[in-house]
């Protein structure tokens, strides 16, 4: 089954609570969560405190998309916030395995995200310590970017890459029904939508449009 995941980015932070409950009472899977540091990217969002007060209002799953420069120094931090997967970038760390492995070792599930411009051979020597890998198909730092197609070619070298491991596939970033269908024919099993979904005039909707895919 396809989980959908809508990116919390394009909330109204000043209406968070009820926007969670819309997307639990919609049929979200989980919630992503992009935490932004204005030096790995421009862009400055949240921190584990935000984390945090998601967890007291929702059992979905928290996905921690991490856009932070040597994301070490907040594994610990996010993990006791409540966090259920805790992804890091591949570029923003000459640290990687071992970060996985401190992901690991506070309990929580792994993923390690690739830029668009980033070969998927960067992450052949830690397959076997990850639970997902995120595709970024926008260039990563803000909501609302339009999809890039050299996507749907990255994935089917990751699928290849994969092999039988169990590792969700994640793609972010310009995501909607359209391009999801072919998304999931490359082999994701995990869609980001921020805009497409909370932009969208019925929520619930364009969530039963990208869960449906699977059974196209
Ligand atoms: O990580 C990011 C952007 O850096 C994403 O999670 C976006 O927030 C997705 O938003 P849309 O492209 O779906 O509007
Ligand atoms: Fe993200």
Request: proline residues 4%.
């Amino acid at each position: 089954m396809i989980k959908i995941a809508p990116s919390l980015l394009a909330a109204d932070i000043l209406n968070l609570a009820r926007d969670v409950k819309m997307l639990e009472e919609s049929g979200a899977h989980w919630l992503h969560i992009d935490v932004m540091d204005g030096m790995f990217v421009p862009n400055i969002t949240f921190g584990p405190q935000y984390v945090s007060a998601l967890r007291k209002i929702t059992n979905l799953v928290l996905d921690v998309h991490l856009m932070v420069e040597k994301p070490e120094r907040y594994i610990e931090d996010f993990c006791k916030a409540g966090a259920d997967y805790v992804t890091v970038h591949c570029e923003a760390t000459p640290h990687l395995d071992r970060t996985l492995q401190l992901i690991k070792f506070h309990g929580k599930k792994t993923g390690v995200a690739l830029n668009p411009a980033t070969d998927v051979r960067s992450i052949k020597y830690v397959l076997d310590k990850l639970d997902m890998v995120l595709l970024m198909s926008v260039n990563p730092g803000f909501g609302g970017q339009q999809f890039i197609e050299s996507t749907y070619d990255k994935l089917n070298e990751l699928k290849d890459l994969i092999g039988e491991r169990k590792i969700e596939i994640q793609v972010d970033g310009g995501v909607n029904d359209e391009i999801g269908t072919k998304l999931v024919a490359c082999g994701a099993t995990v869609l980001v939508a921020g805009s497409y979904i909370l932009n969208h005039t019925n929520p619930k909707k364009a969530i039963d449009l990208l869960k449906n895919i699977s059974k196209n």
